[in-house]
């Protein structure tokens, strides 16, 4: 399990995810984005090479939400099918960018 970070451009940045997105990442994952909150405006959670999601790793990305604010846009990139069906039935479609 890991997470990396790699700004994209003036306004862009990604955060990679690899292995469980899970409980176990709550404290790396926060680190990964709250001191980035204000510089950019686009944030990509890429989550192709992420195994395993669970419940609290959404309850992550709606905290992400919330605290990067209105004003910026999440995109959750590269799932899988597997996980793809789970944030769509848990109707993060409506609330992120799902490419």
Request: hydrophobic residues 45%; glycine residues 6%.
């Amino acid at each position: 399990m890991s997470i990396s970070i790699k700004v994209e451009d003036e306004s862009s940045v990604a955060i990679h995810i690899q292995g469980n997105f899970d409980f176990s990442l709550f404290s790396d994952f926060r680190e990964s984005y709250i001191n980035l909150v204000g510089k950019y405006s686009i944030f990509k959670i890429d989550l192709s090479h992420v195994e395993y999601l669970d419940s609290a790793a959404l309850g992550m990305l709606l905290s992400m939400r919330s605290s990067v604010g209105d004003g910026c846009t999440i995109k959750l990139c590269g799932a899988n099918d597997f996980i793809s069906n789970i944030l769509k039935i848990s109707r993060f479609d409506k609330l992120f960018v799902i490419e």
